[in-house]
């Protein structure tokens, strides 16, 4: 299988009412095309509309002693099975009716989030992903997604 048919098990769906707090599982959301998960702090029309990371990753922090739970590093969707920061700029994710673009790969840790104080790092700077919602829809957790060919 190549990496351009992988899928992946959605683990938790995350969101927050506002920005610099950990997000919380709820289950499912309603990703609104152009803008992101409704009802979350970070949607709005920019590059970074939902975020997503991969859940062996967390597994493996996890490992090394860090207490985290869904949410704790800002993310929207935790997915099993894929190597999200491994994909390319551009990759497309589908899942039901939704279709998301990766647009960025990591960020910069904020003011070194709590996180990193208690671990003296955080993955998100280097795992955490970033998409653009190109069809809206709703994803819950248990859901499949797809990850599609980078469009030329």
Do not use: Y
Not at 44 to 69: M, N, P, T
Not at 89 to 110: A, D, M, P, W, Y
Not at 113 to 141: H, S, Y
């Amino acid at each position: 299988m190549t990496e351009a048919q992988k899928s992946g098990i959605i683990i938790a769906v995350c969101t927050s009412s506002r920005k610099g707090i950990a997000k919380r599982d709820v289950g499912e959301a309603l990703l609104v095309t152009g803008f992101g998960i409704d009802g979350d702090a970070h949607a709005g029309k920019w590059h970074r509309q939902v975020s997503l990371i991969s859940w062996q990753k967390i597994l493996a922090f996890k490992a090394r002693g860090a207490q985290v739970e869904h949410g704790c590093f800002g993310e929207n969707l935790i997915v099993d099975g894929i190597d999200l920061a491994r994909l390319p700029i551009g990759t497309r994710f589908s899942c039901n009716e939704v279709l998301l673009e990766l647009t960025q790969i990591g960020k910069e840790c904020h003011s070194h989030c709590q996180i990193f104080q208690a671990m003296g790092e955080c993955i998100m700077p280097t795992q955490g992903v970033f998409t653009r919602v190109l069809r809206g829809g709703r994803l819950r957790t248990g859901d499949t997604l797809v990850v599609l060919p980078v469009q030329d």
